[in-house]
């Protein structure tokens, strides 16, 4: 195991432990050293958002779309996030993005969770 996996996994440690900022801290650590390490980015951004730090969650997981655009778990990472933020719009249109860009079979699970989320939100628009 190299220095950056073992890092990786103290961060996981500590947050399963509660402790998010000595994880964030590794974390960035990592990044300064690694900025394209997409796992600890991952792992920041669930950071971010467990302390309810959504405007850095959503910096992060735009930041690995772009990297993965067709990740159902990273959509709905960000789904997440900017409807915690009350911008549910966005979030709409970030359902929108990853439809037209998702594989239908690898991504049928994603796809099947925001078909059920869009028809509950079309029935309480009614």
Do not use: C, H
């Amino acid at each position: 195991m190299n220095d950056t996996e073992t890092r990786l996994k103290k961060a996981k440690t500590l947050l399963e432990a509660g402790l998010g900022e000595d994880a964030r801290l590794i974390l960035l650590e990592v990044l300064k050293e690694d900025p394209n390490n997409l796992t600890a980015m991952l792992i920041l951004g669930g950071v971010y958002f467990y302390e309810k730090k959504y405007a850095e969650a959503e910096m992060v997981y735009e930041r690995l779309i772009l990297a993965e655009p067709g990740s159902g778990m990273l959509s709905i990472a960000l789904f997440n996030t900017l409807w915690q933020q009350g911008r549910y719009e966005e979030a709409a249109d970030e359902i929108r993005r990853f439809i037209s860009v998702a594989d239908r079979d690898m991504e049928r699970e994603t796809l099947e969770k925001y078909a059920e989320f869009s028809k509950k939100i079309a029935e309480q628009s009614d």
